[in-house]
């Protein structure tokens, strides 16, 4: 069946879109992941990929022309495929109509029609087309490497009024979490992902349309690939019921009579802490349950003395001596399960397939910081002039990277490629796990300029405002823990880069200046390479140009 493509949002602010070039022609064969065309947005001019295979057998907008989003833009299907009801929009499969001879107007309403496409991605029923005026809405992909998606939050809810461009949830992708926006108005009638929920790209999302539409039967027959999504009823009392059961206030636990005690997890979790028995606190909370307030308020009753023993009970005492009690600490086994992000399930997968496909070995160097932390400081005199310490390390690496191309590398099974362009990325730790946004064209960049680039997309990073574009295409990778005060440390390559460098401390140590031993500050670097495509002379060569870059501060300034 064929597929229709649509002119795609590829910026948050897009809102429509110039075809510059087209890279394949009516009736080229398409496979999954080419390059349709590069298409510019109010941005910057992206490659436009195809998630599709078949036969370009349509193109909606010629090259040149602007369009707004979700604007016919091509048509890929089977080769020889009938879209003649495609292009007059009408649903896929609907039966041919008989050609008859058109007027002038009919022809311009049949073009106006075809010149308009659906707003998102949209799935018939089995047995008939979707009601008028509903839109199926699907998981988006929301960047490049995604193949599935997490609903963070849903901002609207079953009933609500949806106009365009409201947002309708936050999605967490592999790399960020992002707002999704709806680009079509009407009723949220059914959702399909509930909050914290994952489901592939494509899945059922959502269902928008007139208030009170009838749409049963859309959502048991649409095709997901998996087992239909749940009722909003169904889902509703599942949730109410999960609900329920997560916020139960009291926990029972046997007392030494067989009695029953009443108490709340926190009071029972302070309890377990400072070693305190339940059965010696008074509870203050309905039905004698034992709360928090209870706990930090208790304090231990003094050890009242024992009646005094009859002669017999002291000679069975002396008699038959008791034995020493063991002393047990109070407390409970705790355990507690998180469940994995989307961005630490795709973490531990990259990391894993880099460490176990790529050979890694690591280059250790050690670098004077003393000059490099002088010329910092004068640097910083200048007026709106911040830099850092990773700032110049990012500085020169770029400069080493130009001299020592190979290091600027991707691994092919059949081929090395060299990037003479530098790009860096920098590894920023966020809540979630790691993030590594780009620094394009690196080695044109000014130190202020690095500095400037580095704060704000670290801040945007840990906010998690990036775009995806902005974490692609690094050829190097710059990962620094000398803040936590790590000397030294190893890093896992950030594939397809061929290395990363690891940044430690700057650490204040006795060293050897002119025979004398005095006082200096020193800073570890760590080079983990891919032996693939870089052999140790390379990385050593590399390692000791960007030694005399960071050495000798003055050169980069040149």
Known sequence: MATIITMPRLSDTMTEGTVATWLKKVGDKINEGDILAEIETDKATMEFESFNEGTLL?????????????????????????????????PAGTAPVKEETKSEEETKGTEEIAAKSETTKTTATSSASLPKGVVVITMPRLSDT?????????????????????????????KATMEFESFNEGTLLYVGIEEGNTAPVDSLLAIIGPAGTDISGIAENYKTG???????????????????????????????????????????????????????????GENGRIVKSDIENFTPAAVTPQTA??????????????????????GEVF???????????????????SLFTAPHYNLVIEVAMDDAMASRAVINTVPD?????????????????????????????????????VNIGVAVAVEDGLVVPVLKFTDA?????????????????????????????????????????????????????????????????????????????????????????????????????LKQYIENPVTMLA
């Open 335 to 353: 355990t507690e399960e998180i469940k994995n992000s989307q961005m630490r399930k795709i973490i531990a997968k990259r990391l894993a397939e």
């Open 445 to 545: 960049m000014s130190l202020s300029q690095i500095g400037g680039s580095v704060r704000d997309l670290a801040g945007r990073a840990k906010n998690k405002k990036l775009l995806p574009t902005e974490m692609e295409g690094s050829t190097f990778t710059v990962s620094n823990l000398g803040m936590f005060g790590i000397v030294e440390f190893n890093s896992i390559i950030n594939q397809p880069n061929s290395a990363i460098l690891s940044v430690g401390a700057i650490v204040e140590k006795p060293v050897i200046k002119n025979g004398q031993i005095v006082v200096g500050n020193t800073m570890m670097l760590s080079l983990a390479c891919d032996h693939r495509t870089i052999d140790g002379a390379t990385g050593a060569q590399f390692l000791q140009t």
């Open 58 to 90: 349509h193109i909606g907008i010629p090259a040149g022309e602007t369009a707004p989003v979700d604007s016919l833009l091509a048509i890929i299907g089977k080769e020889g495929e009938d879209i003649s009801a495609l292009l007059a929009g009408k």
């Open 146 to 174: 995604m193949t599935e998606g997490t609903v963070a939050t849903w901002l609207k809810k079953v009933g609500d009024a949806v106009a365009e461009g409201d947002i309708l949830a936050e999605i967490e992708t592999d």
């Open 226 to 284: 998996g087992a239909p999504q749940a009722a909003p009823a169904e889902a509703e009392e599942k949730e109410v019921a999960a609900t329920e059961k997560e916020t139960e206030p009291i926990v029972q636990e046997a007392s030494t009579d067989g009695q029953r005690i009443l108490a709340s997890p926190l009071a029972k979790k302070i309890a377990s802490d400072k070693g305190i028995q339940l059965t010696q606190v008074k509870g203050s």
């Open 385 to 421: 002039t911040k830099v850092s310490f990773n700032d110049m390390i990012i500085k020169a690496c770029a400069m080493a990277l130009k001299k020592h191309p190979k290091i600027n590398s991707q691994w092919k099974e059949d081929a090395i490629t060299i990037n003479h362009h």
């Open 309 to 330: 023993a009859t002669p017999a009970a002291k000679v069975e005492t002396a008699a038959a001596p008791v034995a020493p009690k063991v002393f047990v600490p109070a």
